[in-house]
């Protein structure tokens, strides 16, 4: 039994990577997919479909590409919350989140990396933390605009990966925190590669890497905003991974509060090795010089100075 993909739109037959969900097609840029078997001669469309899979190269989770892969794709490109959230698979994905499995155990070791600036260097354990709950983090894959989130990565190797790809100001600290597990923790982790969740998660993995339709947070959002119904935080594959070397993260939505319990004061934040110490960019640099020269008065003679005095503040 042989399968085929062909462009939704144009018919185009999509090969490899061309076939996966939310890439799109290379003729006229649809993500729409048609899914066709050929059986004892004749084709067949919809639920016999063969055992066909991709695997990410970032996150290792395997998806099948059946039916239910393209309706995920169809959830995932709707245009704003209200419209994902209506849809029917909305539904369907929580009712399904019930049957997921919690991690198990007393305690997890976990790691936090971050940017730590000149001014706040070395970090107190309060800076290594989630935001604090007056501060407004802009939006990340887990959480939109205005929300908070806690990421925190299974290993030091993993959050050098991870960081290693940040391109943010500052030097690279990590510190690592005992969760406990009373915190409930859906493990998104390892799931069969037809199961709706899994496949739906595939589609959130792809949001915003390049190369994968270009698709902004807004679906991987709705996701986790639907998980957090039902968990304090999630694990999932990182997806800044590659063959051989994948790693899992944990997101975490509610109980940031603990954060202090979960650190241990003789084991303070400590320098990462083998990332960069990242400059602040001359774009960013050149205004905090302008508002210097600003509100002294606008005086000629002093540009260097400025210059230098602005790169500082940023560093």
Known sequence: ????????????????????????????????????????????????????????????????????????????????????????????????????????????????????????????MKRM???????????????????????????????????????????????????????????????STDDLISTVFWCAEMCGLEGYGDRPYRFSQIIAELVAERFDGMRVPGVRGEPGHHYRNIVLFHQLEGWPNWIDPARPPYRLSGCLVVPPKDADVAVAAYFRWENEGCSDGRAWQHWFEGAEQLS
């Open 129 to 191: 933390g989630p935001p604090d709950s007056s501060f407004a983090p802009g939006e990340g894959r887990y959480y939109a605009d205005g929300r908070r989130a806690l990421y925190l990565a299974d290993s030091e190797n993993r959050v050098r990966r991870e960081m290693g790809r940040w391109n943010k100001v500052g030097a690279p600290y990590v510190v690592r925190a005992s969760l406990p597990l009373t915190v409930r923790i859906a493990d998104l982790s390892h799931l």
């Open 1 to 124: 039994m042989d399968e085929s993909v062909e462009c939704a739109d144009c018919g185009r037959e999509l090969l490899g990577g061309e076939s996966l969900a939310g890439v799109p097609c290379p003729e006229c840029g649809s993500t729409s997919r048609e899914y066709t078997n050929d059986s004892e001669g004749g084709a067949m469309h919809g639920g016999g479909y063969a055992e066909a899979s991709i695997v990410s190269g970032g996150t290792g989770r395997e998806t099948a590409i059946t039916p239910l892969a393209a309706r995920v794709q169809e959830w995932a490109s709707l245009p704003d919350r209200t419209t994902l959230l209506a849809h029917p698979l909305a539904a369907e994905f929580r009712a399904a989140l019930s049957a997921v499995p919690v991690m198990s155990g007393s305690v997890v070791d976990v790691y936090r990396g971050q940017s730590i600036k000149r001014k706040d260097d070395p970090p107190s």
